[in-house]
């Protein structure tokens, strides 16, 4: 009888009672079986609930689980050896509104400076209404 190749790739020790099944139901049969496991290590890290919450949902939406995202990263920083990250913030559009209009005010003149403090504090209490 002549021999017979199966090549079975498995990436989750999840069904390994099945698969040792198999193999064993197979390998009686004269099939030479090869099967490969994903060699992956856990990696634990302490992180806010509520980010690891957001990550989550970002990931989802991008089609992605998080486990895939980290070890995308993981491998562009031994690929790259940099770290890139962004502490950039979009400002709502009620803050981009009242700057516009700051800015409006100091081109029209609209502005009033003060001495001190003191002085600073007179004005209000006369024009708060």
């Known amino acids: 009888m002549p021999m017979k190749w199966i ?8 069904i390994g009672g099945v698969i040792q099944v198999i193999i064993y139901l197979l390998t009686l049969c004269g099939y ?3 099967y490969v496991y994903m060699d992956a290590s856990v990696i634990n890290i302490r992180t806010d609930a509520r980010l690891k919450l957001a990550a989550q949902r970002v990931a989802e939406d991008l089609g992605f689980n998080l486990s895939s995202l980290i070890n995308a990263y993981l491998k562009n920083l031994v ?3 940099t770290v890139y990250y962004s502490n950039v913030e979009e400002p709502s559009e009620y803050l981009k509104s009242v700057i516009r209009e700051a800015e409006e005010d100091l081109r029209l003149g609209k502005t009033y400076s003060f001495k001190s403090a003191d002085e600073a ?9």
């Open 121 to 129: 504090s007179e004005w209000l209490k006369k024009n708060a209404s």
């Open 79 to 81: 690929k790259t050896k």
């Open 7 to 14: 090549f079975l790739i498995f990436l989750s020790e999840e």
């Open 32 to 34: 030479c079986i090869y």
